[in-house]
């Protein structure tokens, strides 16, 4: 977080604080729903969830437990598991409305660039298809998103430990998966 | 910074600057804010509540295995509502069974909250709407804010329990009269403070709950 303007009031501070963040973070958490979606609404909206999500738990966001960065993927990963439950239920056009922000033609343009983009880090995810979730999502955290080791184990709520283990798995498969092809 | 980045923020700001300016609910650990009255209710085996939602994503393995290590050497009460000085309620339920007894405290205090079950095959799919609720990820305990409750509603704490066992608690608001029990389907829970949407997710809200109260009666 970039440090405020010492004439900031208290209350001030917070949105600004929040602001440096969500600057900081939005194209990541973006491209994390990109690699999931192929629908630009779909991506806006899991995006705008998360961040509204994380200013509802901004209170409890602890830096000295980790980064920001580390607090929204871990944010998001669970908004993308809620997401899948949701489709997977019938009453999942209900929350879907209530959550829709309707796009302008510009803003789809832009999503579907930015889908594109992740043509790349799809093809891996899909390829790791047949890993647990949580080695699946480790190996993408590091990989393709640039999270530290450290950091990507708190978005994760696993040890620093756990999370070595969980990627070695990852890129052992990987690399099975490769020789094989 | 794109067209989507500066609209998505311009919304942010718009629709939840309230919780990003005035001060946060407090989520100061129960022992910070001096206790006005506790009552604590004992039974049998309890099992640590966990709650559920954004609480879940920063509360760390470390404090879970802490709570389990103490749960399983002395048993915390069933339910304990603490009004704290700064007129928050703190409230704290280990075992599903005592919704009732918990029920009839919070009324005894004069609290507008209720708890009521959640189960995944309750008929009432309540769009529960959630608010800026305090919670404290160390003790699992749920504060409400009974300020933060918007007038004509109730608050309500679903109390739900997961295939382990652990109860889990969810805080929202429902306009009265409470339904008996709400489905637990993450579909039906909205995380919109109604007297800040926009006119188009109020529609939808309202749409919901419509839905939900036609779906409710027999």
Known sequence: ?181 | MTTFEDRLWAELVTEHEHRLQAPQPPTAPAASIPPTSTRTHHRRRRRPALITGTALATATAATAAALILSASTSAPPAYAVTTNSDGTVTVTLNDISAITGLNAELARDGINAQAIPMTANCPVNAPLVTMPAGTDPTTYTMTIVPSQIPAGYTGVLAAGQTASGQVELLQGALRPPVPACVNSTPAQIHYIDPAHASPAMKAAIAKARRAAEAAGKP
């Open chain 1, 1 to 181: 977080m970039s440090a405020p303007p010492a004439t900031a009031a208290p209350t001030d501070r917070v949105l600004r604080e929040f602001e440096a963040v969500y600057r900081t973070n939005v194209a990541g958490v973006t491209a994390f729903f990109a690699r999931r979606c192929l629908e630009p609404q779909l991506v806006a909206d899991l995006t705008s969830e998360t961040f509204v999500e994380a200013i509802g738990s901004l209170h409890s966001f602890d830096p000295s437990r980790g980064t920001a960065r580390a607090w929204l993927f871990g944010i998001a990963r669970h908004v993308y598991a809620r997401h899948c439950e949701r489709t997977a239920n019938r009453h999942a056009a209900v929350a879907e409305l209530a959550g829709r922000r309707e796009l302008g033609e510009d803003e789809i343009e832009e999503l579907a660039a930015r889908i594109d983009d992740q043509r790349a880090g799809r093809e891996l995810l899909s390829r790791l298809a047949r890993l647990p979730e949580l080695e699946r999502t480790a190996l993408e955290l590091v990989e393709l998103a640039g999270l530290a080791p450290r950091e990507a184990a708190r978005a994760l709520d696993v040890s620093p430990a756990a999370l070595r283990v969980r990627l070695f798995r990852a890129r052992n498969r990987l690399r099975k998966e490769q020789e094989r092809t």
